[in-house]
């Protein structure tokens, strides 16, 4: 089963402020995270006007306030600019604030403009080694009590000892042990970022400008994971796309050309690989002219762009093309002025291409095995058609998970003037043995008097997630049905019935 997320580079127009650009950004991660995105990466850089945000963890730290359940990660913090120290403790201190959704980016940055800032010599590997070198330390600090000293080519560290009876000694680990999770972005064929990927068990990450050459980078995932003896996972692959999603063709290739996505080809991106010589990256034949490379021609043979049934099988094919992988993170661009496409594009691909997708690649032979959640939302289902007791509406959401359409002749759709409702067909006094068969009507539950078996009341309006559509919900907060009860010689309130069908 494949996952969905967002990667903000994040493209914001020059002009935007700073203060804007971080605003559009926390609305996207918010409405992803509604949505059900798995996760959101946010990028950092120094000297690129097109990507102005520095320091990522700042904007993410805003992020988890308005967000529940999508994972947080900076896509990546680019280790040659940074000291290994405090690096090291800001991610365990953020690990802590977020109790579990925090990822680690981490990379060796390839902006020239970033490496004459730092004094860093990026031409002749000097970034790579001053992360290999970064990372080192970090780990040293995340996972040895004892302590240790590092003398390196870059940096000098030490793993002090309690000093002063114990009042002084290093105390902040991550809040996951032994460390967050980390993923690792790959840009050019052989990538020595994903092979490192590979041998420390990392997650890989692709920005898949061309399926033709992004499919070459599992093979650099497999042969760093060789010198390690690891094996590697498919589903930890993730492909970072330019993904629009809109009604026709015809709208979503507008929306891309005319857009900001459009706009930061024509006026940054394109401009800067013809610079350094990597237009062909973005060519789906090398016959092509570097001058013919223009948003219409990335919209219509490189992007996925289109109607639902055209994203569908775009990313069908490249799934096929690349032999699988486990996550699509959309790449982000700001449409403040005209955010209504954008947004309705998240939705679309979440909500009805994401679906498709899933259900055509679990009928391929050898597809991706499904992910441990998607397992455990099965083996609870499979607890809730015998009774299993239910704690919470959203437990109970979880429980359906995908068989939620076993559940479907359960109720029947009402006209109400546009607003979808379902309404049980049972009639109110109906005899509990002929609802036996209406899974979710009958749970066991602890109650002050003993066990009361029988039917609790029903929604009579359809509920708002999208896997429970046309099934008759319980309604926790209403369940309010008990046995008689006597209380001192004196009869209690009989139960509330069921609302009336």
């Not at 060796?108 to 002749?124: E, F, M, Q, T």
Request: net charge positive.
């Amino acid at each position: 089963m494949m996952e969905i997320g967002i990667f903000l580079i994040p493209a914001h127009p020059p002009e935007r402020t700073l203060y804007d650009a971080t605003q559009w950004d926390l609305d996207i991660i918010e409405l992803a995270d509604q949505l059900g995105y798995v996760e959101a990466w946010v990028g950092e850089h120094f000297t690129v006007p097109w990507e102005p945000i520095c320091a990522p963890d700042l904007l993410l730290a805003q992020a988890l306030l308005r967000t529940k359940q999508i994972k947080l990660a900076p896509g990546a913090h680019l280790l040659p600019y940074h000291h290994p120290v405090e690096l090291a403790h800001r991610v365990a201190y953020f690990d802590h604030l977020a109790q579990g959704r925090f990822m680690l980016g981490v990379g060796a940055s390839g902006i020239p403009g970033d490496w004459a800032l730092y004094d860093v010599d990026g031409k002749n590997g000097e970034d790579r080694e001053m992360t290999r070198e970064a990372l080192e330390i970090m780990l040293r600090i995340w996972t040895e009590d004892q302590p240790w000293e590092h003398r390196g080519k870059y940096w000098n560290a030490n793993g002090i000892a309690p000093m002063f009876e114990g009042l002084m000694r290093r105390h902040i680990k991550p809040y996951q042990k032994p460390h967050p999770p980390i993923g690792v972005t790959g840009f050019s064929a052989g990538s020595e970022t994903l092979k490192l990927a590979g041998e420390r068990g990392y997650l890989p990450m692709s920005l898949d400008l061309n399926t033709e050459y992004v499919a070459t980078h599992w093979d650099a995932v497999l042969e760093g994971a060789a010198r390690s003896g690891r094996t590697p996972d498919r589903r930890d692959w993730r492909l970072v796309r330019e993904v629009l999603v809109a009604e026709t063709d015809e709208q979503a290739f507008r929306y891309a050309v005319d857009g900001t996505m459009g706009r930061a080809m024509r006026e940054y991106v394109l401009p800067t690989f013809r610079m350094f010589g990597m237009t062909k990256f973005y060519k789906h034949n090398p016959s092509v002219p570097d001058d013919d490379v223009t948003p219409e021609y990335l919209a219509e043979n490189t992007f996925v762009v289109g109607s639902v049934d055209t994203v569908v099988d775009k990313l069908e094919a490249t799934y096929d093309q690349v032999g699988g992988f486990g996550h699509l993170l959309v790449l982000g661009f700001d449409y403040r002025e005209n955010p209504g496409p954008w947004k309705e594009s998240l939705r679309l691909l979440a909500e009805e291409v994401m679906p498709r997708l899933n259900a055509r690649i679990a009928k391929k032979p050898g597809g991706t095995p499904q992910t441990s959640k998607a397992r455990s939302r099965d083996r609870l289902a499979n607890q809730g058609r015998e009774g299993h007791r239910h704690d919470s509406s959203a437990r109970y959401r979880r429980l359906l998970g995908r068989n939620a359409q076993d559940h479907a002749g359960a109720a029947r759709p009402v006209d109400t003037g546009g607003r979808r409702r379902t309404r049980c067909r049972h009639r109110q006094r109906m005899p509990e043995r002929n609802l036996r068969h209406l899974r979710g009507h009958l749970h066991r539950r602890p109650v002050r008097h003993g066990t009361y078996r029988g039917p609790l009341r029903c929604g009579a309006s359809g509920p708002k997630d999208p896997h429970l559509q046309n099934l008759c919900r319980v309604r926790l907060r209403d369940r309010t049905a008990v046995p008689r009860r006597r209380q001192r010689g004196v009869a209690g309130k009989r139960r509330r019935r069921g609302d009336r069908c």
